[in-house]
């Protein structure tokens, strides 16, 4: 094991917005005593919902200034700024520090602008040729909070914005503490953040998710959730940088699992399995035993199947030991704040252990006595000691996060151990030779305009040209019965990740998924607030509104093809398929899990291209403005080497670096490998454009010859990822023996090397 490997992950500050306070000092003092604040919807009109109760934030300030920057601006991009500022202000992350350390921002999130936009949205779905709206779409993005905060808060090295739904923001700790693992950043400020809307307080009312009184987690009379809002984001840095800066450790990051249900779309699988494994996974990476846990933050909905699901899985995971550790939800006095859920707990469970006092669970009056645990109702109470806790979070398409916080400087027996998923490697970028550290590509699709192709057949892709306007047929390359709920982007996923497995010929069990998407399903949503706004809420379909969360087609494919590893989203506009291949590498080069896909699945969409495209895709305008948009789907199997010659697969490339920049593009770029000498290599792109070729010429790669994925298939913010399966067809065939894969788009960028084995 490495030294960082054994040096504790530190939360060194946090910040909360709930609606409860404006910051963590006044969540907490609130929290404490058990007070609630869930009231009837004010934020808009809620006349004819099902359920109207919900947990608003009061008084959100949105930055003032010009429209065009006020409209760049979201509730939750201002609550984000607010929680994220409070967390490095606490970390003692000033102006100063940040330019002599490397600060990285991931932020997890599902409703990004959707409350700004939604109106619209409806509008663009009426009016296609409607133009005067553009502008106010600017702050509609996922991507947007993130790149809020790099303007406010920053400069960042890397920024990544991820959406697994309700454990977004648990998985993004997960990601900040795979950076610091790798040594790639000095601290990271990770959390989530979203605002409420129309859109989510219609669909969870349509999927009957939602109590027609405040929710109580837990009690015998619960009928389901209440929907909040808020921001919790927390810093993470090694704990000797911590010390060695004079920072005071709140507690500590000191275990993690996550991984996929592969069961239903909303529904828990009701055996609690898998969250069981995963509480066990975390707390033997922490070395640690159900024994050392002295409380369990839930995720605890309130709704019936949830809430039975985690209590049989917590009787599993803690064995012996149900009996004596408390277990409370937040949900009770907060609600349900979706992406924001789990950072905003997490930050919760570390003051649970640092301050040794324990929350309650607001709501519950009559516990249900079929859910065999140890509650905290009404108020909170202080504990002697709180060694370890857990913080449970659970996700549309099961997607499901286990933390574990514990107290700083603890004896520990052996340390941060490694997850049990695989043999935790070094970092790639930073001279990757370690044995079982390498990171392989063992299979590769295509899936558009030019049909299936497999890794071989990707190899010429960019000679040929298809029909970018054609329909792509998904059916006849999917099981009917199973893809019968799928939307468009799950189908065009499903097709690409299965050939990408079944060209690797590996087996499945602990694959993860990693798609990468722009906009998520804009025209979807589009559709979906103009049916509610000229019919009324009751008019949503209980079967679209889980399609319409960012991270759908991940949950809808991993369910699909029975893939139980880490899953979740990521958005990075243009660069949203080098994002997900680059997380998929991060998660196989970390120990997270043996094998990842890595991919995206962009089907073509009218909003996207005639509004969203122009203001965030930062391609060339005359490029742009050619190329027609298709259907087009493309996924890589990144597999840990040692794995992959274990079982005898064939082996595409070798991932040799990867590097991803924001603010230090020149630094990035310098630390960029040369091509190998006598060693035939290109650069391989989504497109070529004037201000790509400008970058390539900043780099030794200058004189390679270059391959761009746009002109063979149309335009697509999946052609990244196509770049990534283009390069391993081509050196797996033999046609180069190396090749620079670049992705860059409005100030964000990406490289990924690989080469023959």
């Known amino acids: 094991m490495s030294d960082r490997a054994s040096d504790p992950l530190s939360v060194t500050g946090l910040g909360l917005v709930t609606p409860l306070g404006p910051n963590a000092e006044a969540t907490w003092s609130r929290l404490v005593k058990g007070e609630r ?12 919902q099902r359920a109207s109760f919900a947990a608003e934030v009061r008084d959100v300030d949105l930055p003032a200034g010009p429209r065009d920057v006020t409209a760049a601006w979201s509730r939750t991009s201002a609550m984000a700024m607010s929680a994220a500022g409070e967390a ?86 997960i990601v900040a503490a795979g950076w610091l693992l790798s040594g790639e950043v000095d601290a990271v400020v990770a959390g989530g953040s979203d605002g409420l809307c129309r859109l989510t ?22 009928r389901g959730t209440t929907l909040g809002e808020g921001a919790g984001f927390l810093v993470l840095e090694r704990e000797s940088s911590a010390r060695a800066r004079g920072a005071t450790p709140v507690a500590e990051l000191a275990g993690w699992a996550l991984g996929s249900e592969s069961h239903h779309i909303t529904n828990p699988d009701p055996d609690g399995a898998v969250v069981a494994a995963l509480i066990g996974r975390a707390l033997d990476r922490s070395g640690l035993t159900p024994a050392d846990v002295d409380y369990v933050n839930a995720h605890g909905t309130g709704t019936i199947a949830n809430d039975r699901m985690e209590a049989v899985a917590l009787a599993r995971a803690l064995g012996g030991e149900i009996g004596r550790v408390p277990v409370s939800s937040s949900k009770g006095q907060i609600g349900h704040t979706l992406g924001a859920a789990g950072a905003i707990e997490a930050a919760i469970t570390a003051l649970v252990v640092a ?48 933390l574990v916080f514990a107290e700083p400087s603890r004896e520990r027996r052996g340390g941060l151990r490694p997850s049990s998923a695989a043999p935790r490697g070094l970092n790639v970028a930073e001279e990757q030779t370690a044995a079982g550290a390498a990171v392989v590509v063992t299979g590769a699709a295509v899936f558009g305009p030019c049909g299936r192709l497999g890794a071989d057949e990707c190899a010429d892709l960019p000679e040929r040209r298809f029909d970018a306007g054609a329909v792509v047929d998904a059916d006849g390359f999917l099981d009917a019965a199973r893809a019968r709920r799928l939307d468009r982007a799950a189908c065009l996923g499903a097709v690409a990740v299965e050939h990408a497995l079944n060209d690797s010929k590996a087996p499945r069990d602990g694959v993860g998924v990693v798609l990468g998407s722009s906009f998520g399903s804009v025209d979807g949503c589009a559709a979906f607030m103009h049916r509610i706004f000229q019919k009324g809420p009751r008019s949503a379909s209980p079967a679209e509104f889980p399609n319409l969360v960012p991270s759908a087609a991940v949950g809808h494919v991993s369910i699909y093809g029975g893939l139980n590893g880490p899953a979740f989203g990521t958005a990075d506009l243009a660069t949203s398929g080098e994002s997900a291949v680059v997380q998929a590498w991060q998660l196989v080069s970390g120990g997270e899990a043996v094998r990842v896909v890595g991919g995206s699945a962009e089907p073509r969409g009218d909003i996207a291209e005639r509004v969203l495209s122009g203001l965030f895709d930062g391609i060339d305008a005359p490029v742009r403005s050619v190329a027609a948009r298709a259907d087009v789907a493309a996924a890589v199997l990144l597999e840990a080497e040692e794995a992959a010659r274990a079982r005898g697969g064939r082996i595409l490339a070798r991932v040799e670096q990867v590097l991803e920049w924001r603010a230090d593009r020149a630094l990035s770029l310098a630390a960029l490998r040369a091509p190998r000498a006598a060693r035939r290599s290109e650069v391989v792109q989504a497109r070529v454009t004037p201000s790509g070729e400008q970058l390539v010429a900043e780099t030794a790669w200058r004189g390679c010859p270059r391959v761009a994925c746009a002109p063979a298939l149309g335009e697509s913010d999946a052609l990244g990822a196509v770049a990534v399966a283009v390069a391993a067809g081509r050196i797996a065939t033999g046609r180069i023996d190396e090749a620079l894969v670049l992705g860059v788009a409005q100030g964000r960028g990406y490289a990924i090397v690989l080469a023959a084995v």
């Open 37 to 48: 604040a869930i009231r009837p919807v004010t934020l808009f009109d809620a006349a004819g």
């Open 88 to 173: 490095m202000r606490m970390a003692g992350l000033t102006a100063g520090l940040r330019s002599t350390r490397r600060i990285g921002l991931v932020v997890g999130g599902t409703t990004g602008g959707m409350f700004e936009t939604e109106r619209l949205l409806a509008r663009l779905h009426a009016e296609p040729g409607c133009r005067e709206v553009l502008a106010d779409m600017l702050s509609h993005p996922l991507t947007a909070t993130g790149d809020r905060l790099d303007e406010r808060l920053g400069p960042f090295c890397r920024v990544r914005t991820l959406s697994s739904a309700c454990s977004s923001g648990a998985n993004a700790l």
């Open 201 to 222: 307080l219609t669909g969870f009312n349509a999927i009957a998710a939602i109590d027609p009184e405040p929710c109580r987690p837990f009690d015998r009379k619960r």
């Open 355 to 402: 301050r040794r006092t324990i929350v309650p669970t607001g709501g519950l009056d009559e516990p249900d006595p079929a859910l065999e645990l140890l509650h905290v109702p009404h108020v909170g109470r202080e504990v002697p000691r709180v060694r370890a806790a857990l913080s449970n979070a659970f996700g549309f398409g099961g997607m499901d996060t286990v």
